[in-house]
């Protein structure tokens, strides 16, 4: 595993007061104990500038992975004797905060100032993370640009598949009226059919009942007649014909009709005084 390494001034302060130089030894004491966390809140408590305080700060601040707290106090912190070794850390602290740029710049503004193997091994570390992080942030450009194009043909296949169904719909909705328009258009033929049988059949019945009553044929002899064989038509055509043949001799002699008085008090035919 590839590892950055950091450069730990401990130079004599210049400046400081009675309180703030024992602050600054807890301070150095809670740093090499490795308590980084109470290290940097100490050196934070100090109402000082002094570059070497702010140096020693940058570097607790580090180490407790606060690495923003780490790179203003590293910028605070210029003007140290070590201005080599305070851009090597701050390079650090800038790779430590994904800034791979400033990291590099700082790197190598370093190593105008001292030539250090390290220093080199951190360099190309930190370019090696900018090239990842490029490809990363272009195969991410890359997947939310295929994810845009995905949901744009998703939508547009959810659209087309809408008008596909829409267009089904109006069909069916057009066919579905014209079948409709059509049931009508035959049912008012075939209503009209009906009436047109009905009064035919009515005019035919009133036909029928007019020929009834002009030959003098009642119902049930038309019945009769419809049972017949058609020998027994021809049979009952002859006896009609002697019939009339018969009544028509009859009219031609004149035969008188015969009526006879009855007696109202003895019921009874009075043979010798006819009407």
Request: net charge positive; no cysteine.
């Amino acid at each position: 595993m590839s590892k950055i390494y950091i450069f730990i001034l401990s130079s004599s302060f210049l400046w400081a007061n009675t309180f703030d130089f024992q602050t600054i030894e807890i301070a150095k004491k809670a740093y090499e104990a490795k308590d980084f966390d109470r290290s940097a809140l100490l050196y934070d408590s100090l109402d000082t500038t002094e570059p070497a305080i702010m140096y020693n700060k940058a570097n607790a601040e580090y180490k407790a992975e606060m690495y923003e707290k780490a790179i203003k106090s590293y910028q605070q912190a210029k003007g140290i004797k070590e201005e080599a070794e305070r851009l090597y850390n701050l390079g650090n602290a800038y790779f430590k905060n994904k800034e791979f740029d400033k990291s590099i710049k700082s790197y190598e503004d370093s190593l105008k100032l001292k030539d250090d193997e390290n220093l080199k091994h951190n360099l190309e570390l930190a370019k090696k993370k900018k090239k990842e992080e490029e490809q990363k942030k272009k195969q991410e450009k890359k997947n939310e640009e295929k994810d845009k194009q995905d949901d744009k043909n998703k939508d547009d296949k959810k659209k087309d598949q809408e008008k596909k169904n829409q267009d089904k719909k109006d069909k069916n909705q057009k066919k579905q009226e014209q079948k409709d328009k059509q049931d009508s258009k035959k049912d008012e033929e075939n209503k009209k059919q009906d009436e047109e049988q009905k009064k035919a059949d009515e005019e035919k019945k009133a036909e029928e009942e007019a020929k009834r009553s002009k030959e003098g044929k009642k119902p049930k002899e038309e019945e009769a007649e419809k049972k017949m064989t058609p020998q027994e038509k021809k049979n009952d055509e002859i006896r009609k014909k002697e019939l009339k043949h018969m009544m028509n001799q009859l009219q031609k002699k004149k035969m008188p009709t015969m009526m006879y008085q009855t007696n109202p008090e003895k019921g009874e035919r009075n043979v010798e005084n006819p009407w």
